[in-house]
């Protein structure tokens, strides 16, 4: 038997022998491998691209050939198994991350440096203790600088005054490693400047080849989307089919995608993110009231006067590191102000509430505005849920003098008020069982006009389910307020909004690493 090795072996043993390497796993049983690359080190899918070019130079500079591609796959599968069963267990993060109460946001540059973010402030660091990964058309981030305002952004998205507070919190809101996330629902008439303004709020926090999308065809695209970029921003809809509403919800709020893996008979490819996203088009694209319920709803003005594409860019590309430094102002401001945030009566995105009044004071905002614009936005949300679909009005007259009878008997008084123009419409009940669940999807928003929608089961001789409209006492969307004086707030009121501790800088500080001492130090 010759003793010549293998060059699957080789390549092995070339991989091991590397100085500072490390060989782990996630929690879903993804192999990775961090590897040392000059004066800093980088994490990437043992399966993917980098990692193969990697080893495969290892082999060429040792042995001054090509390794063949089966000797290379049979290395890659070897190098996983090792990372499974011997290495340890780490979480791999894309764009931000948290860790011991800072934020951490890779600026994907080819240094691999992060900004570390807490209450006291932000600096950029080359030694993260957090792996973050790089999925194909991830762009860097500008090195942040300190001292420029918020306002700043205004020249670059068409906004109004009264939505500015809206767009301002959004985009603080999108620098969390975590949600609960907002949508972003951009409407206005053709040549407002909605795909711009999207693309701006993307380039500003997860700039990537593929800006901005077109719809995904289905669930399985949008979750690997979802996946491989932190923002999810789609471009020009005409409509939201009710899957890929009920898809954002999930992407915005929490929640699952599982499908079978390729080229297998029985293992599943489960994903499981939250994303903030950003949808525009002419049209009203959000009009089911879960969808609206986690949405902030901006309409663009028209614009008088533009701006040729390559003045615009040039001056936002400019201007962008000192914007992206009053963002993380933002961010910081959060950290430290979230324990002393009190809102009576929260909003159906709390945590998103919770963090934009936390950052209001660092982002230029008179107290109390995000929550007044925050407000009103949902007020409207509410009647343009009730306006888009057809059961509202006959379900007002119904409730006037109340009903109490089974889907079906409700579903023929709905028909006999609203007409047969309005039956035959696409978005209409064709049976019991879509009346109801039309009614518990719109309950939250009937009540905000006074009527109300019960579900119970008969007593006696009649035992089916029985739905009761009626009215009550008529009500808008409640204005929440903040309390800011840290004298009689109560940490554990906070505690579940809390994200972070505060840490050794000021807020607003000079980083540590200016763009000047980076291009210093290391170009």
């Known amino acids: ?3 010549k090795r293998s060059q699957a072996t080789t390549l092995v043993d070339l991989a091991l022998e590397t100085a500072d390497l490390e060989l782990f796993h996630t929690a879903d049983g993804e192999a990775f491998v961090t590897l040392p690359a000059g004066t800093h080190v980088e994490t990437w899918p043992l399966r993917g691209g980098p990692a193969r070019r990697w080893l495969s130079r290892l082999f060429f ?25 011997r290495g340890a267990e780490h979480d791999v993060h894309l764009r931000l991350a948290e860790h011991e109460g800072a934020i951490y946001i890779d600026l994907a540059d080819e240094y691999w440096r992060t900004v570390r973010i807490d209450g006291d402030g932000w600096e950029i660091v080359a ?11 991830m762009r860097p981030l500008p090195y942040p600088v300190a001292g420029g305002t918020l306002d700043e952004l205004r020249e670059f998205v068409n906004v109004d005054d009264e939505q500015w507070p809206l767009l301002a919190a959004w985009t603080v809101a999108a620098l969390r490693p975590r949600g609960p996330f907002p949508i972003a629902a951009v409407h206005g008439e053709q040549g407002s400047a909605k795909s711009t303004t999207v693309r701006v709020l993307r380039e500003l926090i997860d700039p990537n080849v593929a800006a901005l999308r077109s719809e995904p065809r289905d669930g399985r695209d949008l979750m690997i989307a979802a996946r491989n970029g932190w923002v999810c921003a789609f471009d020009n809809m005409s409509n939201l089919s009710p899957w890929l509403s009920d898809a954002l919800c999930r992407l915005s709020t929490g929640g699952g995608f599982a499908t079978r893996e390729l080229f297998t008979d ?3 490819l489960l994903i499981d993110v939250q994303r903030p996203c950003a949808v525009n088009g002419i049209g009203e694209l959000a009009t089911r009231g ?9 309409y663009l003005p028209r614009i008088d006067r533009y701006r040729p594409e390559d003045e615009f860019w040039a001056a936002f590309q400019q201007a962008r590191p000192r914007i992206l430094g009053a963002l993380l102002d933002g961010v910081s401001a959060a950290l430290a102000n979230i324990h002393e945030i009190k809102l009576d009566r929260p909003p159906r995105m709390a945590d998103f509430a919770y963090w934009a009044v936390a950052a209001e004071p660092a982002l230029g905002l008179d107290d109390g505005s995000f929550l007044d614009a925050y407000s009103t936005n949902r007020a409207d949300a509410t009647a343009l849920t009730l306006e888009s679909s057809p059961v509202t009005e006959p379900l007002r007259t119904i409730a006037e003098t109340e009903f109490v009878g089974t889907a079906t008997e ?8 609203a007409g047969e123009d309005v039956t035959r419409r696409k978005t209409w009940p064709g049976n019991a069982t879509a009346l109801a669940g039309t009614l ?10 006074g009527v109300t929608v019960d579900f119970s089961r008969g007593t006696g001789r009649r035992r089916s389910r029985l739905i009761t409209i009626g009215t009550a006492a008529e009500s808008s969307v409640q204005t929440v307020r903040s309390v800011r004086d840290p004298a009689t707030s109560d940490a554990a009121d906070a505690a579940d909004a809390a994200d972070a501790d505060s840490g050794p800088r000021s807020n607003g500080s000079t980083p540590a690493h200016t763009t000047e001492n980076i291009a210093e130090g290391t170009r």
Do not use: H, K, W, Y
Request: proline letters at 4%; a positive charge.
């Open 1 to 3: 038997m010759s003793g």
């Open 61 to 85: 500079e040792r042995e001054a050939t090509a390794a063949g591609s089966q000797a290379m796959q049979d290395a890659l599968g070897v190098l996983e198994g090792i990372a499974a069963f």
């Open 127 to 137: 030694d993260a203790p957090v792996r973050f990964r790089r999925p194909r058309g």
């Open 266 to 268: 029985s293992d599943e």
């Open 290 to 298: 879960d969808l609206l319920d986690r949405a902030v709803v901006l």
């Open 410 to 417: 409700l579903l023929a008084r709905l028909a006999g008020l």
């Open 440 to 449: 518990r999807r719109l309950a939250p928003n009937l009540r905000a006009i």
